[in-house]
Every structure is written in structure tokens, then in C-alpha cells.
């Protein structure tokens, strides 16, 4: 939540504020910033990710990309409200150049492998378990999380390491239930997340 509202620095300019995170609920690792870019590119998802991120800058409350405007404005739509499909994604890496995080390694700080030719995504695309698995981070906040026992509090927000983009634990409200207003949970606890009950089990 802190990350809310820093401002994106490309090359040449700037092209916004981070407005929310997208992550893959298989690794537990930011897959894409979500940039706020007021009227320009209003109609569109702005999605920057985390390979074309260079440093985040807390006093400044800035976070500085590698990106020109030009590219942002050039690359492969993905308009509001509509999903992140693989066939999206596979079209967005060729256009940056930016290696695929499901055919590499899953953290960005390992130097995911590249998956660059036509043929080789046509593969990728092929297989069964490609299946995203995205979240927003703003969304999955006030999720109630299911214990093996009972349920004891909801989701309000995400430990991020900055270097590797990970999610390192989650923060659970837990007021109504203990005295201490919030906990941390590992992702590595997390058993599954519940696509009708909307809860993390």
C-alpha cells in the first residue's frame, strides 16, 4: 500500500503513479505494476514489468523504469476491464524483449530464461498448465483467510521485496479475532484460493 502513488520515471519523462500490482498466485511473485496515467492512455492497462524496473527510490517516492514513453505508448494494447491472457502476455514480452516468467526462472532476480521465437511460444502456448494465475493486489485486499480450524481475519496488504519482487509475507487483520491488530503469514502457507469463496485457504 505504501508503493500506492510513487511516480514512474521512464528515460524521457514520466508516465504516471503505480496504481496497483498483479501477481501469480503460483509463486507468489509481482508479475506486472499496474501505472495510474490520469487522461493519457486513459482507455488502456498500462503494465510495466518488473524486468524494466531499475530501482525504487523511498524518499523521492519514485520508482525509475528503463522504459521510453514512445515504448509505452507503442505497446500491445490491453484495454480496461479485460483479462490478462497468455496470448497477451506472449505478444507483450516480444514487444519489450523481456524474458517469460513461466519458462524461467520464477523470481526476477535469478535472470528468468528467454523465450523469444514464434515457434518456441507457440509451444509454450500449447501446454496445459500455462494457465495465468494472476491476481491484482488491490483486489485479493479483505479476503478472509480459512485456518485448518476456523476463520481468523482478512487480507489488507503485501510485504514486497523490491530486489526480486517477491511477496514475502502477507498481513492479516486480525482485530476482531485476537488482541493484536495484524499478523504475517508466509505465502509458502497458503494450501489454495478459493475461485467461489472467494477465500484463502
Given at each position: 500500500h505504501s508503493l500506492k502513488g510513487y511516480t514512474l520515471k521512464c528515460v524521457d519523462g514520466k508516465i504516471g503513479e503505480v496504481k496497483d500490482f498483479i501477481f501469480d498466485e503460483k509463486h507468489w511473485t509481482i508479475r506486472y505494476l499496474v501505472a495510474e496515467t490520469g487522461s493519457w492512455l486513459m482507455e488502456r492497462q498500462v503494465l510495466i514489468s518488473p524486468y524494466s524496473l531499475v530501482s525504487t527510490d523511498a524518499d523521492k517516492k519514485q520508482i525509475t523504469t528503463t522504459?521510453?514513453?514512445?515504448?509505452?505508448?507503442?505497446?500491445?494494447?490491453?484495454?480496461?476491464?479485460?483479462?490478462?491472457?497468455?496470448?497477451?502476455?506472449?505478444?507483450?514480452?516480444?514487444?519489450?524483449?523481456?524474458?517469460?516468467?513461466?519458462?524461467?526462472?520464477?523470481?526476477?532476480?535469478?535472470?528468468?530464461?528467454?523465450?523469444?521465437?514464434?515457434?518456441?511460444?507457440?509451444?509454450?502456448?500449447?501446454?496445459?498448465?500455462?494457465?495465468?494465475?494472476?491476481?491484482?493486489?488491490?483486489?485479493?485486499?479483505?479476503?478472509?483467510?480459512?485456518?485448518?480450524?476456523?476463520?481468523?481475519?482478512?487480507?489488507?496488504?503485501?510485504?514486497?521485496?523490491?530486489?526480486?519482487?517477491?511477496?514475502?509475507?502477507?498481513i492479516i487483520n486480525t482485530i476482531s479475532w485476537w488482541p493484536s491488530p495484524h499478523v504475517l503469514i508466509s505465502p509458502e502457507w497458503i494450501e489454495s484460493i478459493g475461485e467461489f469463496d472467494f477465500k484463502v485457504h
Open positions: 522504459l521510453t514513453v514512445n515504448q509505452i505508448e507503442s505497446s500491445p494494447p490491453l484495454y480496461k476491464d479485460t483479462s490478462i491472457s497468455r496470448e497477451f502476455e506472449a505478444s507483450y514480452h516480444i514487444f519489450y524483449n523481456c524474458p517469460t516468467y513461466w519458462n524461467g526462472s520464477y523470481r526476477w532476480g535469478e535472470s528468468p530464461a528467454m523465450l523469444l521465437n514464434s515457434a518456441a511460444y507457440k509451444e509454450a502456448l500449447g501446454e496445459k498448465d500455462l494457465d495465468p494465475g494472476l491476481h491484482s493486489a488491490n483486489d485479493f485486499r479483505g479476503r478472509k483467510i480459512s485456518a485448518t480450524d476456523t476463520e481468523f481475519g482478512d487480507i489488507t496488504d503485501f510485504v514486497i521485496d523490491d530486489e526480486c519482487w517477491a511477496i514475502r509475507y502477507i
